[in-house]
């Protein structure tokens, strides 16, 4: 294992919360940046309130000591909390156009927020800013059977979302680890999780969108329906942008028939070299997996403890276990899913697995759960930072004997689990000092780059990782990409300093 | 049937080409547009010819009288032919850049050609331009088995590269109808075909680039992987955009496991109505199908008479058939392959098919190949123009009962199949009179339009689709675009006309 300090010992156990952004812990008042936007005089704030107010009505706008501490963070372990000028609960997408409309009059920055689970301070709001916060656009507003998608505005959470479509035979397959993100949430840092090893992700599920412009105009885009080769794929261009393009108040989500049966198998391996080369078998075999994570033991020992399971592996096996291979598969058929999970157990063993265990229904689901929580467990055994880096799947292996590397010469404890089938890598970072925490992280971040992978799959950029991004991309594409910025919000007002500086 | 006129007699047959730019008929050199650039001196002229010979080499330059008549066209059958003013084969990425600066410095337009397959006029040079055609760059990079992704240059053929990862037991699924068409015109308009009901389309299966903007800056954009919320992606903007943001050098393709098993099954039915109300089931089923085709019985006719087979069904079923649907599972066990093909039959016959037919495979890949030729045996017939028209797919049915109507009211026979499972229609439409046929397809656009559709699905707007996409989409839309395009090219040098007016 690439453990190189005890761990921490939790200073309070972290229980499961199904909607994280109302109980977090709130930051101390006096620690949150609060500014006027950019000198203006007292007269200006209270007339821009007024107007916010005379669009959303005064009870949808919050200003100074009305503002809950929950709207000035999200569930990044470093992004400081921030106070903006004014929150706001717009009802409608006219309401929304209407806002971005003042606020580029005003040169406020705006910033949106769906249910604040992000991980990066994409959804911090500005000092100064404006912060929309979709809470009372979360209907759903079709689920169209025949045409397999459903339409949503950006506040609808995962779990809303799956309870309304599960009755159809239908399902929105991103999972990202937390079913109380919104949809809106999920568009823009184009959410991944376990499941885009078999179905991709946030991206590959959008079909179109309405969106306000910075310019407080509104456009749509894509429709129902999944092929288009009729001008710029302004779709796929705001996903993943952060809400610094542009703010999506509808979303054409493209649903699958829902599989009926699942299988879990759970494989220790000797060591995470040997994970990360059944990987690629895994893959290969056309089982198509529809969860494929390694979780190594340290952080399996934490999650299940976490969870109160047993997961069943013998203190033999797990001794020599440095590693565990997660996989689930999913039939229509349950004969079908009986073959392929003896198929998957099979060619697991081949590859070097200690054992191969098939666990029951109930088993497998707090499994998936517990891992799910990882993120939550980490935190609460005082993980300092966390990083999501991409890297080609096949060199996974390399890059976590970097990681490991950088970890014993710069002094940090460095443990994780991964979408392994994507090369989708999550480390806890344990580093209390916050200059050698960064040194740390960038270099774990330029050491993803340099293997040929991005800084983050499925967190984003957000401020938190905007210098290790700036640092690592070329110059060429960065200058790009303030371009296409300025195409879309040539004064900045839309997320500013998040994703690009 | 929607025939409102008795066919043409073809003028002659139309033979398998392999690759129809080689073969295309050449038009008549007087019919070609030809122009200096931008009213230079005829020294200007010669001073830029001389400029593209040193970087490409005098061989790799070819001016005036020197230039085939194939590179003045492709396959679409309404846009003029053109002559450029040069036309250059570069060698590497740095040539492609070295031509681009040259070209910028000189404010002269920029059209990359692949194969020259395209069905839009996105890759007839403009008059005075340069024609990048990019056969000199058509090597496979790499094949990486473990990734299980290919990276090629923009000139490799879909025949080229399924010859040489077929070997490894992958595929690379977007099947646009025409294997000798290249990876760098299927990313310029976002290539669909057949499969994408099951697999998606170019735009899903390419993860990254490199490319050379207007500038001559080349940048990289993407990876060896799946998932990325690192920045804009830039990827899926250049992915469709017709060569009119930059010049795509390389390509990083996804590839999938190839399934040993499939088959294929036709199903004749009495309506075009109950065919359209059968596909959502289809899909709705979990049978995956990797096609899901609908062919008018006209064109069924056509096509396999053309193709020289006879697809079995007896007489007096043919003479109640109104539109057949095609459909082709695919599996990695022979076993389930049979189950599925006995669950599909029945599935389509409780949907309404007057019979269904499980053909041999023989005959299904000769099926599915003639209907791969519809579009070259319309042209045959003497179609005036074709249409791809993309609706919701349970929309189907109400657009073609509105096609069929426009087709009645303004005089023009319609005639057609389609990706049923995408709601992708094709159409040819038979209508000598240039404005007449202008008005029949402008209407039959207008109408997807208005039931939620796309003006193209993934032949693009070249510039024979413009004026249709301007009218149909909202001016804050195209104005985005614009600014997009302003972005990427302020000069407007890459195929200016093409995609944005």
Same mark, same amino acid.
């Given at each position: 294992? @690439? ?22 812990? &709130? ?11 950019? !000198? ?5 704030? $209270? ?5 916010? &107010? ?9 200003? !100074? ?8 963070? $999200? ?19 006219? =309401? ?31 000092? !100064? ?42 399902? @929105? ?25 078999? @179905? ?42 952060? !809400? ?49 994570? @390694? ?42 899913? =009986? ?58 292996? +390399? ?22 089938? $994507? ?22 971040? +330029? ?6 992978? +991005? ?33 879309? $919000? ?12």
């Amino acid at each position: 294992m @690439y453990a190189h300090a005890p761990l921490q010992a939790p200073d309070e156990p972290e229980t499961r919360r199904a909607r994280p952004r109302q109980t977090g812990p &709130a930051p101390e008042r006096s620690s949150v940046a609060r500014a006027e936007p950019y !000198g203006y005089a007292a007269n200006m704030v $209270d007339m821009l309130v007024d107007l916010l &107010a005379g669009i959303v009505g005064p009870a949808s706008v919050s200003v !100074g000591e009305e503002i809950g501490p929950d709207y000035t963070h $999200d569930e990044s372990l470093t992004a400081s909390p921030v106070e903006p000028l004014a929150v706001v609960h717009p009802a409608s997408t006219a =309401e929304v156009a209407a806002v971005v409309r003042v606020a580029g009059e005003h040169r406020t920055p705006v910033t949106a927020r769906g249910s604040g689970t992000g991980l990066s301070g994409a959804c911090v709001p500005r000092p !100064g800013g404006i912060l929309v916060v979709f809470d009372k656009m979360s209907r759903i507003l079709e689920v169209d059977t025949a045409n397999h998608v459903a339409v949503v505005q950006p506040g609808v959470t995962l779990d809303a979302l799956d309870e309304e479509i599960a009755p159809h035979g239908l399902v @929105y397959p991103v999972y990202p680890g937390e079913q109380s993100a919104s949809i809106g949430g999920n568009i823009a840092t184009n959410a991944g999780g376990m499941r885009a090893v078999r @179905y991709g992700v946030t991206r590959h599920h959008v079909l179109g969108l309405e969106a306000v412009l910075a310019s407080g105009e509104v456009i749509r885009t894509g429709g129902c329906y999944v092929k288009s080769a009729s001008g710029y794929d302004l779709t796929q261009l705001i996903i993943g942008s952060e !809400g610094t393009l542009a703010l999506v108040t509808e979303a054409i989500l493209k649903l699958q028939p829902r599989l009926a049966h699942s299988a879990t198998l759970l494989a220790p391996f000797p060591s995470l070299e040997a994970v990360t080369r059944a990987v690629p078998q895994v893959v290969a075999s056309g089982l198509a997996p529809s969860i494929l994570e @390694y979780v190594d033991a340290l952080t399996m020992e934490a999650t299940t403890a976490a969870a109160g399971i047993d997961i069943g592996v013998p203190a033999e096996v797990r001794s020599s276990t440095q590693a565990y291979l997660l996989v689930v598969v999913e039939s229509r058929d349950a004969s079908r899913l =009986e073959e392929d999970a003896a198929t998957l157990g099979t060619l697991l063993e081949e590859l070097g697995a200690l054992d191969v265990y098939l666990l029951s229904r109930q088993a497998g689901e707090q499994l998936v759960e517990a891992r799910e929580r990882a993120f939550f467990v980490a935190k609460a055994h005082g993980a300092n930072d966390i990083v999501d880096v991409v890297v080609p799947r096949a060199s996974m292996s +390399a890059y976590l004997a970097s990681v490991s590397e950088i970890a014993s010469d710069l002094g940090a404890l460095v443990a994780g689990c991964g979408h392994a089938g $994507d090369g989708n890598v999550h480390l806890s970072v344990f580093q209390p000092d916050p200059e050698r925490r960064r040194d740390v992280v960038h270099a774990i971040l +330029a050491a993803g780059i340099s293997l040929g992978g +991005a800084v983050s799959a499925e967190h984003g950029i957000g401020t938190e990782k905007l210098d290790s991004f700036v640092a690592t991309s070329g110059s060429v594409e960065l200058e790009l990409m303030r371009r296409v910025k300025a195409a879309f $919000d040539p004064a900045g007002i839309l997320n500013p300093g998040t994703l690009l500086a």
